[in-house]
């Protein structure tokens, strides 16, 4: 798993957060885990966890199976 295969995988996510305002950056990739900041309408809102536990870590680990978990920091 590489930054440039993250990368391409978290672009499908971010039009979907976009599309509410939100957007998100990879911060780092370290022992399959992938650490993100959310952004925008994103950082603040309180359904955030759900939305990067079970919408953006599920994909994730679809298209990359290397990712373990993703971490908002």
Known sequence: MNREEVEKALEV?????????GD???VEIKDKIVYVRLKGAC???P???LTLKNWV????KREI?????????
């Open 13 to 21: 996510v971010r039009q979907g957060l976009r599309r509410d305002g």
């Open 24 to 26: 998100i950056e990879l």
């Open 43 to 45: 950082g603040g809102c």
């Open 47 to 49: 359904m955030s966890t």
């Open 57 to 60: 870590e599920a994909y994730l």
């Open 65 to 73: 199976p290397e990712v373990s978990s993703v971490q908002a920091v």
